[in-house]
Structures are given as C-alpha cells and as structure tokens.
C-alpha cells in the first residue's frame, strides 16, 4: 500500500491524535480507498510511502480518507456516550441563540452533483482532484427503462461494467 497510518498522519497532522482517529480506522479507510479509486487513472501507487505524497493517486487516496474519518467521527462521539450511532442531520444552515442569529449558504462552495463529497472540505478537494484527472462520472438508467441512452448503452439486470475502452469491446464500433 503506498500510504501508511504513520504517513498519512505526517501529511495530515490533524488527525494525529491515536485515540481519536485509531490506526485501524485509518487502515480502513485506507484500504477502502484502495479498492475505490482507479490507481491509474492518478498515475499508479508506489510500492513505499513517502512524503509528500509521491502520486496523485497518494494525495486522492488520503483525501478520501481523511473524508470519512471526519464523517465517521460524529457517530464515534455519539456511540461513546452511550447515543446511536451513524443517525445523519443535514449542515446547519441557521441557528439562533437569544437575539443573535447566524445562517451560512451551504450551497456558495459545493457541486450539487458531487453527493456526500460536499460534506467536508476534504471530500471536496478529493472529488475535484479526481474530476480533473479526467475521472468518468456514473451513468445510471433513469430514462424509464430504456437501456440505451446517451453515447453509453446501460445493462439492465446487470451490473454496469462502466464506459467503453475506445477501440476495445463489443462498443468499439461507437
């Protein structure tokens, strides 16, 4: 794996702290994003870590981890004092205390299209860093049935096997 617990605590000296973001937790976020975001599309992973990160696909792979530590770390706190955990609340977008009242436009800095990535600042680096090396969006059967839409034919019944590798396949003829 080319990011570590210790190196991504290196590069991200705010989630330092071995109790509140354990090693495991980090381990497994990290080997989620391994199994998730396309290595080759960002340039490979080496087989050591290093700082800075040595490949795209090092900074993608640690901000999507520190992504999820910061939206697991509620459910932590809540679970420890004795709550259920994993119960979502959408972002505060106004609060009121006596006479003071605050509101922030949640939507000024996030893409709509962009889901759970808008939640953090993290995410959103991640998601736009993966946009920009050219990462295909999802495209899912919305068109009332029709499996064939767009310039991507979409299995019904099956799994989607994802877009075409031009000149390869039974699509190479698009």
């Not at 990290?30 to 199994?35: A, I």
């Not at 767009?150 to 000149?167: E, K, L, M, R």
Request: hydrophobic content about 40%; charged content about 10%.
């Amino acid at each position: 794996m080319s990011v570590t617990p210790a190196s991504f605590r290196i590069d991200f000296t705010e989630f330092s702290s071995t109790v509140t973001y354990t090693n495991s937790s980090i381990g497994y976020w990290l080997n989620m994003g391994n199994l998730l975001i396309n290595s080759s599309l960002l340039g490979g992973s080496p087989d050591t870590p290093s700082n800075p990160p040595a490949t795209l696909f090092d900074i993608a792979l640690e901000l999507f981890t520190a992504h999820n530590l910061v939206l697991e770390q509620p459910a932590q706190l809540t679970a420890e004092n004795n709550g259920v955990p994993g119960v979502t609340t959408g972002p505060i977008s106004s609060k009121r205390v006596g006479p003071v009242s605050v509101s922030y436009d949640v939507a000024a800095g996030v893409d709509p299209e962009d889901g759970q990535y808008n939640l953090t600042l993290y995410g959103t680096r991640f998601i736009n860093l993966y946009k920009l090396a050219g990462a295909p969006g999802i495209v899912a059967n919305g068109n009332g049935g029709n499996a064939n839409f767009g310039p991507f034919p979409v299995a019904t019944g099956n799994a989607w096997s994802g877009p075409p590798i031009w000149g390869w396949g039974p699509w190479s003829a698009m």
